[in-house]
């Protein structure tokens, strides 16, 4: 994605094309009148005479009610039956030549450059004329259940538009006429969309339409409309809905133009929408973070005003108003999973009690705000007069203490941020952010007065305005609908939301102490009412000013930023101008529905965009990301970084916590995006995206614009005022995150240095023994028998290879293989313990006895029949076998030319505890080249590491120094490392190259009888592995920090490697693993093609200052919006698109990042995560 210039064109040309044909098509409702290329007349004229339809059946009707043949219901039914019966021709016609299409198949030759959509028409009434006419649907419920429904419009639109009904409404014929003419236009655009062909809704909220809505939208509303008119017709004398009635039939003629500009909402987002809003400001609730949860609590929320209004005693009424308010916002979830629990007697929370569950501590505190709530909500509204509120009663007092209590409560929330109102820079906020734990020492002690805060906020406040309201007279006398909805609400809302709530107590506190009592205000609605619209009214304001500020920003921009001033931005900004009231008319509307102000590809043309819910998306929340290798990372933080916010959220450093509020954050190159999806008593539930950490020119440049904004605000001799007021971000604060700092460097000079390399392949060596030694020592069979095999006494046999003896001649016979004429006679018992069914010919084997005890063929398994199990030579065959497998085996034709094994004695009982795996010590590396190579084995480096060992836990200095002098269990060791080593480098002096050192650090290992036979043991693989890698980062080690002086240090490097460290590949499970498990530390070694040098990434983990700033929740729904309408409806997906580029104010390209998607692209999107700010 390039820079961009004012020449990006908005559209490229297809798309232009694409939307020209579409956009007619949306506005008649599925006419296709503009199709591209050349189409026979009747394809136009079947679907004007399709359109037209509901008009001649309605005007059916219509005409037979003018000439008095029938009344108006009369009318109103048979246009209604005739669209039935015309519905369903129109869709059995479209079935029936979806069958009879398949039947016939043409070979058509197309040109591979006609537009996608050419059909070709073979006659007026063919199949394919029929199915590009009438697409028909998906499902047979649907192809009923829709014709009935176009019915119903046209028979109610019928009767909607009879002339003499609109005669009456507004006694003008001119009138009638033209709303009868418009109006029947509407009827039959929607007939249309519903019946014949559905059009592309403008409006779209899901990216497909699974289960047909989309027809059903233009319906839905006609029969708003509709409804209103029948409420009219038989509710008699009420001005109210005449006046309604009135207004809707103007606007009935421009829902064309309303659907078209994707205004109206389709049925699925009107209906969550409608739902939040009426949970939130009617009956006090928040908008919840997923769809079955905001049902189920709007549900449970609805019938808390309708018990309360059958409840015949006031007390009652009050109890139950401010138990089931307190109860109804909490976490219900956290609630049952903590009822579920039994409180044991340990002080122990439930599980995610740290800002994501419901501890202990949150039941204590939620128990004991209830019972004190109840206890003062009684006394107070059963033992206190209740007369008329005034200026000296004590309802008036506690208004005097809320007002105190909002005004401190703002006070300590500001110094809690960086910015006073976003502005001006707090004076008792830490400067000096540069030097970290400096800085989160000054921030803990500014976070003691967020506790102060905290304890006004969450426990003094409400318990103030229940006592304010139960208090009130309105409780004392009848109920009434309005008493019960308004008090529910308030009851609610003042723990769902306290600060919110906290403000509108105090306003309506205020406006009657400076109010006269006879006014409207005070004499005609009781306190819940007032408090409710004061609610609805505090919403609004705070969307308009933020919209507005959006707008200013947009408008601002597209003039001063010369990246983003375009050939037609002069005229927009003097359009914008000359029409700023109808702009503000715009905003306006926007705030009232609560809908997103969309500036159209992000320019400024604003439109009203249609009402959706506060998350903004259909899909689960967390459901869908771009997963990539970087998303662990996002993952890792989780847990720190929910914790900081706890405490940030409690402390107000945050600022207003709302549903629907966005916070960015920003370390290192990762981009963290916040969402606030509810909020309730004491908690706040979130969702968290993170952005690509590959960042794109447009990425950068916007995130370089973040990372100027974060600097200017937080460092030590910064500005007093904000200077990037107009950005969308307002910096908060600085939260301490446990998460992973990301150095890269360059080896250049390292691992291409050539004595570097030659001391490579001893330090290999060295740490292979190392690996192997530990690998042995911690096994379980080791720290099992370790105790037990110092009651075994007596030395135990071992054959030695014979390493001072010449080489022998390097051919066929000098491996590891065991040739058939070795020995006289193969044993008839099994001679591999796995393996039962496999048996060789017979031989007698010879071999002198020693001590009574057999020994078994050097090279190979242990023969031991079945019956020849005894206690006393059993444990000592098992260990033969343990020791001895893996050693050359004797051939009888070369036995004059291998050196004779001799037969010693373990001089340590305990020296098979550390022995090698059996499966290890066969290979095929000629046993020649082992004796070549042994003396690169360090053996002081052997007796040391052994001496280190922490495996036997009784006498340790002298069973290991026993074991250390067991010459059988060095040769052990001698002949697998070097097999290892020769595996991997060979016997040649000669120091590896940078590339073989990359490709066997990658697991890329020469080509060899070494490769299979590694393969085949997979541990010992891992370790030889491990080994390496070890000894590379052993070099860059050496190289940054100095040489190595004696074997402690050495020991001391590896140790740390094995219990710090993940020396790795990021392409592994198990570096991912070792990040999730928050190792310490990370290393991993690559090559970069581009610029031909090795590379080393280094991951650190610790805490670090994560800066987070507060987006403008508009300028984000607003962007949101436009991709919306940009990619479901326009399709322009072009990834060069004027409305991704950079843009420095509005962050437009990591706007439409942190969308969900398809639309949007976030490597990682959280689960809603509960945090509980106590």
């Known amino acids: 994605m390039g820079s961009m210039s004012p020449d990006v064109p908005l559209l490229n040309d297809y798309k232009q094309d694409f939307l020209l044909k579409r956009f007619p098509q949306t506005v008649l409702g599925g006419p296709r009148l503009k199709l591209g290329y050349c189409a026979p007349p009747y394809i136009y004229v079947n679907q004007i005479v399709l359109f037209l339809m509901p008009w001649a059946l309605g005007g059916t009707g219509t005409l037979l009610y003018q000439l008095d043949i029938l009344r108006d219901y009369s009318a109103a039914a048979l246009s209604g039956g005739l669209m039935v019966i015309t519905a369903s021709v129109i869709q059995l016609t479209s079935l029936y030549a979806k069958n009879r299409s398949v039947v016939v198949k043409r070979v058509i030759t197309r040109d591979i450059l006609a537009e996608e959509d050419e059909h070709e028409f073979t006659s007026c009434a063919g199949a394919e004329t029929v199915k590009f006419l009438i697409p028909g649907k998906k499902y047979v419920a649907n192809t009923v259940f829709h014709s009935i429904l176009a019915g119903l419009v046209c028979g109610l639109g019928t009767w909607y538009l009879l002339p003499n009904r609109i005669t009456l409404l507004y006694g003008s014929p001119g009138a009638t006429a033209a709303l009868f003419v418009f109006g029947w236009i509407t009827l039959c655009i929607g007939e249309y969309s519903l019946i014949v062909n559905t059009a592309t809704e403008t409006a779209t909220f899901q990216t497909q339409d699974t289960y047909e809505i989309t027809p059903l939208m233009r319906p839905l509303y006609i029969f708003f409309f509709v409804s209103v008119d029948l409420a009219h017709r038989f509710i008699i004398n009420t001005a109210a809905l005449e006046q309604m009635n009135q207004i809707l039939h103007i606007l009935f003629v421009l829902l064309p133009f309303l659907w078209a500009l994707g205004t109206l909402p389709p049925p699925d987002a009107l209906f969550f929408w409608a739902v939040e809003q009426v949970l939130e400001f009617g009956l006090g609730g928040s908008p919840m973070s997923t769809h079955l949860r905001l049902l189920v609590m709007f549900f449970v929320s609805a019938g808390t005003p309708v018990v309360s209004y059958f409840i015949p005693s006031t007390v009652g009424v009050v109890l139950f108003m401010t138990g089931l308010g307190f109860l109804l916002s909490l976490n219900l979830s956290d609630l049952s999973l903590a009822f579920r629990h039994r409180v044991g007697s340990s002080c122990e929370a439930f599980p995610g009690c740290c800002g994501s569950g419901f501890g202990r501590k949150e039941c204590l505190l939620g128990v004991a705000m209830l019972g004190v709530a109840l206890l003062e909500a009684g006394l107070l509204h059963h033992y206190t007069s209740f007369s008329p509120i005034s200026k000296s009663s004590a309802q008036s007092i506690v208004g005097y203490v809320l007002m105190a209590l909002f005004s401190i409560l703002w006070i300590l929330r500001e110094t809690q941020s960086i910015y006073v109102f976003g502005i001006f820079r707090n004076p008792f906020y830490p400067k000096d952010v540069q030097a970290v734990s400096l800085f989160f020492k000054k921030q803990k002690k500014l976070l003691k007065v967020g506790v102060v805060r905290w304890i006004l906020l969450t426990l003094v406040s409400p318990l103030a305005m229940v006592a304010f309201l139960a208090l009130d007279s309105s409780l004392h006398g009848l109920h009434s609908v309005s008493v019960s909805v308004g008090f529910s609400r308030a009851f609610r809302t003042v723990w769902q939301n306290t600060e919110n709530a906290l403000l509108e107590t105090v306003i309506v506190s205020a406006v009657h102490v400076v109010s006269d009592t006879d006014c409207w205000w005070n004499r005609s609605l009781d306190t819940g009412t007032r408090l409710l619209l004061i609610g609805i009214m505090r919403d609004r304001l705070l969307q308009f000013l933020t919209k507005l500020q959006f707008a200013v920003t947009v408008l601002l921009a597209s003039w001063t930023e010369k990246k983003q001033h375009r050939r037609t931005t002069t005229t927009l900004c003097v359009l914008n101008a000359v029409f700023a009231p109808l702009v503000l008319v715009i905003i306006v509307l926007a705030a009232l529905l609560s809908a997103p102000l969309l500036p159209l590809f992000t320019l400024p043309v604003f439109l009203v965009g249609f009402p959706r819910p506060v998350q903004s998306w259909p899909e689960a929340v967390g459901s869908t990301a771009c997963v990539c290798t970087d998303t662990v990372f996002y993952h890792q933080m989780i847990p720190s970084l929910t914790a900081s916010l706890q405490d940030a959220m409690a402390a107000g450093s945050l600022g207003l916590l709302l549903p629907g509020s966005h916070y960015l954050g920003r370390f290192e190159d990762r981009l963290i995006w916040i969402m606030v999806l509810e909020r309730g008593y004491p908690y706040c539930c979130v969702n968290v995206k993170g952005l690509e950490l590959q960042e794109t020119s447009c990425h950068t440049a916007e995130a370089q614009r973040v990372d100027e904004v974060f600097r200017s605000a937080f460092q030590q001799e910064g500005p007093q005022i904000n200077e990037h007021l107009g950005n969308v971000l307002t910096p908060c604060t600085v939260l301490p995150v446990k998460l992973y700092s990301d150095a890269r460097s360059v080896l250049s000079g390292i691992i291409d240095s050539h004595e570097n390399l030659k001391e490579f392949r001893g330090d290999l060596v060295k740490v292979l023994v190392w690996v192997l030694m530990q690998y042995c020592s911690k096994r379980p069979s080791t720290q099992e028998n370790s105790h037990q095999t110092e009651k075994t006494s007596g030395a135990l046999p071992v054959a030695l290879p014979a390493l001072n003896t010449p080489p022998c001649p390097k051919s066929l016979e000098d491996s590891d293989s065991l040739n058939s004429d070795t020995f006289h006679d193969w044993s008839d018992d099994n001679i591999f313990d796995d393996e039962p069914g496999i048996k060789n010919r017979k031989e007698k084997l010879q071999l002198k006895d020693l001590a009574g005890t057999t020994l078994p063929i050097p090279g190979s398994v242990d023969s031991q029949g079945a019956d020849d199990h005894s206690s006393s030579t059993g444990p000592k065959n098992d260990l033969f076998r343990t020791v001895l497998l893996g050693f050359p085996a004797v051939d009888k034709g070369q036995r004059e030319d291998v050196a004779y094994i001799p037969l010693v004695e373990f001089s340590c009982s305990q020296s098979h505890l550390l022995s090698l795996p059996e499966e290890w010590r066969s290979n095929c590396t000629p046993h020649s080249r082992i004796r070549e190579a042994s003396p690169l084995f360090p053996e002081d480096w052997y007796q040391f590491v052994l001496r280190q060992l922490e495996c036997f836990h009784s006498e340790k200095s002298s069973v290991l120094e026993d074991i250390a002098k067991d010459k059988a269990l060095k040769a052990l060791y001698v002949h697998t490392v070097m097999a290892c080593y020769i595996g991997l480098f060979g016997i040649d002096n000669v120091a590896p190259s940078p590339g073989q050192i990359v490709r066997v650090y990658n697991g890329g290992l020469p080509c060899s009888g070494a490769l299979d036979w590694l393969s085949e043991k997979p541990d010992l693989f891992q370790l030889v592995r491990k080994a390496f890698r070890y000894t590379l980062k052993l070099m860059v080690d050496k190289a940054s920090l100095g040489p190595i002086e004696d074997f402690k240090e050495l020991t001391n490097y590896l140790r740390e490697y094995e ?116």
């Open 1059 to 1174: 219990r710090d460290w993940y020396i790795g590949l990021v392409s592994e499970e198990q570096w991912k693993e070792a990040i999730l498990g928050e190792k310490p530390c990370l290393f991993s070694l690559g090559y970069e093609s581009s610029m031909g040098v090795y590379t080393a990434r280094v991951l650190v983990l610790q805490e670090l200052p994560v800066h987070i700033g507060k987006l403008n929740a508009e300028a984000v729904r607003g962007q949101w919006a436009n991709l919306s309408w940009e990619l479901l409806y326009a399709t322009n997906d072009d990834e060069e698109r004027y409305s991704i580029q950079a843009h420095p104010l509005l962050l437009r390209n990591l706007t439409v990042q942190a969308a969900d998607p398809p639309l949007g692209y976030p490597i990682f999107s959280s689960k809603p995560l509960p945090i509980h700010l106590c």
